[in-house]
């Protein structure tokens, strides 16, 4: 039974193209992710140049009317504001497909990132990159960590 529940958790780990973590909060995560293309961590990350992310198979545990996407940053256990642009905020609006939302618990969906990039004055350090979802009430949708090294 052990074998079978390791497994289950690893399968999300091994289809991902891009490698990635759970998050500290224990939300879950998408089934596969491409994070610009990425297969190797840590990611190579272009200082302000876009980012284009695709997450595919993210389950919701609970009913919400609205989705909010964030990004946080941390680099040697502080966390960097990274305040997502206007307009990509709202994952319902941008980055799912029409007709996602509302979403019900356990509804499976995708969700794309298409960051215009911004530029950070952390060239040439890795830093640990928190992608996720929010629901109306606070609670995390889906979340993922990966590394990336920003690079000039």
Do not use: W
């Not at 990611?43 to 609970?62: D, E, H, L, R």
């Not at 319902?92 to 298409?114: E, H, I, K």
């Amino acid at each position: 039974m052990f074998k079978y529940l390791l497994i289950a958790a690893l399968v999300p780990a091994i289809l991902a193209q891009t490698p990635v973590r759970q998050c500290a909060n224990g939300a879950g995560m998408p089934q596969t992710v491409d994070i610009n293309g990425c297969t190797t961590s840590p990611c190579p990350i272009q200082n302000g140049a876009p980012i284009q992310a695709f997450a595919q198979g993210i389950t919701s545990p609970v009913a919400t009317n609205g989705l909010e996407s964030y990004i946080v940053i941390r680099l040697a256990g502080l966390q960097i504001p990274f305040p997502m642009p206007d307009g990509l905020e709202d994952a319902c609006a941008v980055g799912t497909a029409p007709g996602t939302c509302p979403v019900s618990a356990g509804q499976v969906f995708d969700y794309t990132l298409n960051h215009e990039g911004q530029p950070l004055s952390l060239t040439g350090v890795t830093v640990v990159v928190e992608v996720g979802l929010l629901a109306d009430d606070g609670t995390v949708v889906g979340c993922l960590q990966f590394d990336a090294q920003i690079v000039g």
